[in-house]
């Protein structure tokens, strides 16, 4: 969806995205030209059906609307973030692990945290980093 | 007034680039897959995640690079078919290692990461009304698993499809061209009807339809160590594409199945054979 201001005859650009309320985003887009502004309210089905897309809303590091990349799983996945269910002992992550995390999409990072936390436990470490990750890898014939 | 065409990008959502990012990232991670094959029917129940692991099987015993993607998201199977339930996601220096079966097989199914129990669930600002998004989240799912996870090189990735001969074309939009389909029917006029719908669906667009298995092409009898009709039809299909074998159904197949046991624990049986035999003639239909 482009938006155009018609009396300049000029593409607006996006200014902001407010957060999500009960489904609803606020995208404000100005002119360049004449610094008009308008404001687009989706309603739950448009902000849905963008979402769905797997697509971040707004600006590349600009305030997060969408969490259509968020795990869908997380709170099947007991020790997520989302899960509610933090097992007993906290595991670090060294900066290194966390950056190979990062390297994943959003939504399998949870459950990859979770199960390498648990193989870590199980094997008396409570300190992931990327020798951990990489014995988990052989130990599973990855 | 400018239409819509004249005006560069969108204004800042970004929304078409990131869905290119993403087509990208998928193509990067096939980039080393020589063979996409997608084995579909359009019917339910006429064992295509079986077929899918067990040619699979047979060709990993010819030596062959295979992986299996469940894209059953909704009724994964692979995951206990293959013992991969249970199985962990690391992460490599890039992508997510895939889970392998003891022979070697990498496999992504939901139900390494779902219990049986559950279903699979996405969070939705539209409060349900899944019928106007659920199809579109989960192709978007497929994209993030084919752009996040080391594929590799292989010889062969094969798409295990979940029913419905009108999710079969959505595959093969979303896939594109380079996709082959393998499709699967038993002696069974209404399975038969559906898998010639699925054939008429795809015939339309530009993929390869490599041919159709008939799977539970009657039953092996062990105690008689014969093949018996297992359905009424004699019938031959007349899909209007080539058929690559038949396999006949055996309850210790589907014990394997149940068990998450490999296709190189199973015997020297005529459903091997047959197998076998289906194998060859798809890695031939590929060349």
Partial sequence: MKFLCVPCDTPMKLQSVGPPERGSLSIVYSCPECGYEMAMLTNAYETQAVQSLGVRIGPEGGTKTSDASACPFAAMIPGTEDGQAAEATPVRWTAAAEARLANIPEFVRPMARAGIERYARDNGCLEVDEKILDAARDFFGM | ?287
């Fill in chain 2, 1 to 287: 007034m400018k239409s819509y065409h004249d005006i560069v990008g969108d204004g800042g959502s970004g929304i078409l680039e990131q869905v290119a990012e993403h087509r990208t990232r998928i193509a990067d991670g096939l980039a080393e897959v020589r063979h996409l094959v997608a084995v579909g029917s359009g019917k339910g129940g006429v064992g295509k995640s079986t077929l899918t692991l067990h040619l699979a099987g047979a060709l990993r015993a010819r030596g062959l690079r295979i992986a299996i993607l469940d894209a059953d998201f909704n009724g994964p199977s692979q995951a206990r078919m293959a013992g991969v339930q249970g199985a962990l996601f690391v992460p490599g220096s890039h992508k997510v290692s895939l889970p392998r079966t003891s022979n070697g097989i990498g496999v992504f199914s939901m139900g390494s990461v779902i219990p049986e129990s559950q279903a699979l669930e996405f969070e939705s600002a539209a409060q349900g009304e899944s019928q106007t998004w659920r199809a579109t989240r989960e192709f978007a799912l497929l994209g993030e698993i084919l752009g996040s996870f080391e594929w590799g090189a292989l010889d062969l990735l094969m798409f295990d499809l979940p029913p419905g001969a009108e999710r079969t074309v959505q595959y093969a939009d979303f896939l594109g061209p380079c996709i082959s389909f393998l499709l699967v029917t038993i002696p069974s006029e209404v399975a038969r009807g559906v898998v010639a719908r699925s054939v008429a669906a795809l015939s339309k667009g530009p993929n390869r339809i490599l041919g159709y298995v008939e799977n539970m092409s009657g039953y092996y009898c062990r105690d008689c160590n014969a093949i018996k009709p297992l359905f009424m039809s004699s019938e031959t299909p007349r899909l209007g594409i080539p058929c690559l074998g038949t396999v006949p159904f055996d309850p210790e197949l589907a014990r394997f199945c149940d068990g998450g046991i490999s296709f190189a624990e199973l015997g020297d049986t005529p459903v091997r054979r047959a197998l076998d035999d289906v194998a060859q003639q798809l890695l031939e239909s590929l060349i």
